[in-house]
């Protein structure tokens, strides 16, 4: 268990240097096959009250949980909305999902282990671990792989939150920009050119920073 503990020490030092969610949750699966010896992984992720692959080992995996999106059942979609963790021993006799299960035996999917990702009260997704051999999953497995959706869950909010953070300061320095190319053209104060590149965002319906990136790049407002 000491080897698994350092392991996962190690893993939390790369998450936190990852630049992005998409690679923090790569890494995140890369760790789950290379080190925890899974067959397939994958990430769900809530997006606008709908789930979607985020990231995958592998296309069997991708087409399994394409599966229960389509399909409205499965393991993943049920562990992200009403428990901790779904364990399925084995597809081919697999009952509480008549459509997925036989779908996913037939995929190649024989065992299944979905955990669900959340910070607080916020469910974010699901981590899902599969293999081709039924019965693979035990009681440790399942506490590292309740211990990797921690990490994982931590790290994707924290990547989440940064990357939103990167943006809005992206966006505040192209709108500085601009006002203050218009102030110099038109001899506006800060507050006029800023009021400028408002007025013509709504008019356009176009995003603040939208207009402000044509200010920069033409050196004129758009017509």
């Known amino acids: 268990m000491s080897d698994r503990a350092d392991d996962f020490g190690d893993l939390a ?13 790569e890494r995140v699966l890369e760790f789950a096959v290379e080190a925890l010896h899974y067959d397939h992984a994958s990430v769900l992720l ?3 009250k709908s789930a979607r692959t985020f990231a995958a080992t592998d296309e069997l995996i991708t087409t399994a949980d394409q599966s229960q999106i389509d399909l409205g059942e499965g393991p993943s979609l049920l562990a992200m909305t009403d428990h901790d963790d779904v364990l399925v021993e084995d597809t081919a006799t697999e009952t509480r999902w008549p459509e997925w299960a036989p779908t996913a035996a037939a995929g190649g999917i024989r065992s299944a282990l979905a955990i669900r990702l959340s910070t607080g009260h ?43 953070l990167h943006r ?37 319906n176009q995003r603040l920073r939208e207009v402000a990136r044509h200010v920069i790049e033409t050196g004129g407002l758009p017509r």
């Open 13 to 25: 030092m790369d998450l936190h240097n990852q630049g992005d969610v998409l690679s923090t949750v």
């Open 46 to 48: 809530m997006q606008r």
């Open 122 to 164: 916020s469910t974010r997704g699901a981590l899902n671990l599969v293999s081709s051999e039924p019965y693979v999953f035990n009681e440790g497995d399942r506490e590292a792989a309740h211990l990797l959706a921690l990490h994982a869950s931590i790290a994707i909010c924290s990547a989440q939150v940064e990357s939103d």
């Open 168 to 204: 809005a300061v992206d966006s505040r320095k192209e709108v500085g920009q601009a006002v203050g190319r218009l102030m110099e053209r038109y001899e506006l104060t800060a507050v006029q050119a800023f009021g400028v590149l408002q007025r013509y965002s709504q008019h356009r």
